[in-house]
Each structure stands twice: as C-alpha cells, then as structure tokens.
C-alpha cells in the first residue's frame, strides 16, 4: 500500500505518499466543511487530522455550531472534538461547549535572532515603555521575548 501510494505521489508531482493519503482523507469531508478549508477558516492540517475523522452526521453538527455562532475551532479545540467524538454522549449542544472555550489568553511570540533589530526599531516608534525580557535558552537562531507594557 505504501509502494503504490508513493508511486501515485511521484506521478502527481507530489513530494511522498503522506500527500496522497491527507488529500484521501480530505474527500471524507461533508462540502461545507471543505469549503471552510478552501477558505482558509479551516486549516488543512485540522481538517484532515481531525475533522476527517468524525462521523459525517458529527461533522454536521459542527458544521451547524460554526454557522450559527461564527466559531471555528482552533487546534486545540479540534483535538478535544475529536476525544468527544469517540463518546455516547455527542450531540450539538456538547460541540457547542467546545467551540466556547477560549485559550488562556497568553501568548507567547518568538522572533528570528536576525529579524530582531526591525522589530525594535519598530517596537521603539510606537511604544517607549517596553520591557524586553530575553531567555537564554531558546531554541538555536531564536530568541524568546516576553512583552510588558507599563502604563
């Protein structure tokens, strides 16, 4: 099976069979769904990882809980649908509740080491009161910056 679909992928174009099996996967998606993926509200990695994988009556009513509150689920979010559609008790209603659930509200940004000194100097024109923190142990060619504004 893995010989045939890196051979469909080298006929393709495509770089390895992987691409071949995410585009299979992509195919179990009910239209509108898909259409959200086309539209960039849905990226292609969550659609296939785990959009694909419910149920098309579940993907349905995730569908019905995204258009009738203008939710689309983060990864995270996507990951727990996936957990609770492996339970008894799924409905819309349950979906819902996920789709609710905001992160926690911290973000954390890294920077490229050499495209730092723009962000600075842009950093700098708009706000004075900035405190950097650098961590030293960030991965090779980046550096962790944690912002603080102080009114």
């Known amino acids: 099976m893995s010989q045939a679909r890196d051979i469909l992928a080298q006929q393709a174009g495509e770089k390895s069979g992987m691409a071949v099996t995410r585009y299979i996967a992509l195919t179990k998606l009910i239209e509108p769904s898909l259409q959200y993926v086309d539209e960039g509200k849905i990226s292609v990695s969550c659609a296939v990882d785990y959009l694909s994988t419910l149920s098309e009556n579940q993907q ?83 550096l962790g910056c944690k912002f603080q504004r102080f009114v």
């Open 60 to 142: 349905w009513d995730v569908k019905l809980v995204m258009t009738s509150t203008g939710l689309f689920p983060t990864p995270r979010q996507m990951v727990e649908l996936k957990k609770y559609s492996g339970t008894d008790g799924w409905n819309a209603e349950g979906v819902n509740e996920i789709l609710k659930v905001q992160g926690n509200g911290n973000i954390q940004v890294t920077l490229k080491s050499k495209r730092l000194p723009m962000w600075i100097t842009s950093l700098r024109k708009e706000a004075k009161e900035i405190q950097w923190h650098f961590t030293q142990n960030a991965p090779k060619g980046r």
